[in-house]
C-alpha cells in the first residue's frame, strides 16, 4: 500500500532553502575543512616534533637513496579533510607524515609487521629496529606511537570544531 501527500511550498521560500544550501556545499564546507586543518596542525606538529626527537633509528638509515630518514615535517598540504565527501576514506581528517622521496619512516613503522622478514638482512633490520624501539603492541614502532597520547585530544577538536560548524549552519538555515 502506497501512502501519498500534497505539500503547498511557497517558491520564495525554496529558493531561499536552496541558497543555504548552497552556501553550505561552498563557504561552509571550505570553512569546516579550514578549521580542521588550523586546528589539527598543532597536534600534528608536536607529533612530528616526538618522532624527530629520537633522531635516525639506525645508523644504516642515514643515506641518500629513496629508503633514508628524513626528519618528519608537517604542513598544510600533507592535511586532508574530506568531510563526507569519500565513500573509501571514512577518516574526517588525514594526516600524512609519510614523504615518497625518503620512505625510511614508512619502511621502519611497518617493519614486522605482516612477516618476521623475508630474507637475512630484513630479519637483522627489525631485529636492530626492536632494539632500538620496543616493539609496540598496538601498532607502529614511530609514528603511531607518537600519535597515541594526542588520539583523545584529536578527538575532542574534531567534535568542538564540528559542534561549533553545525551550530553555525543552523543558524544560517534558520535564518531564512
Known sequence: MAVSFRAEVD??????????????????????????????????????????????????????????WLPVKVSAQ????????????????????????????????????????????GKAFIRNLNAVVSDWPNGGRFLYRAYMPFKPHVQNLGENILKRWIAKTNKEIEGM
Open 78 to 121: 600533507k592535511v586532508s579533510v574530506t568531510p563526507g565527501m569519500s565513500r573509501k576514506n571514512t577518516n574526517l581528517v588525514t594526516l600524512n607524515f609519510y614523504n615518497k622521496q625518503a620512505r625510511g619512516l614508512a619502511i621502519a613503522e611497518n617493519a614486522g609487521s605482516k612477516s618476521a622478514g623475508q630474507s637475512p638482512q
Open 11 to 68: 517558491a520564495r521560500d525554496m529558493a531561499r532553502v536552496a541558497r543555504v544550501l548552497n552556501k553550505a556545499d561552498k563557504s561552509l564546507i571550505d570553512e569546516l575543512k579550514s578549521s580542521m586543518k588550523s586546528g589539527i596542525m598543532p597536534i600534528g606538529q608536536l607529533i612530528a616534533a616526538r618522532i624527530n626527537a629520537g633522531g635516525v633509528p639506525l645508523s644504516g638509515m642515514n643515506h641518500r637513496g629513496p629508503t633514508r
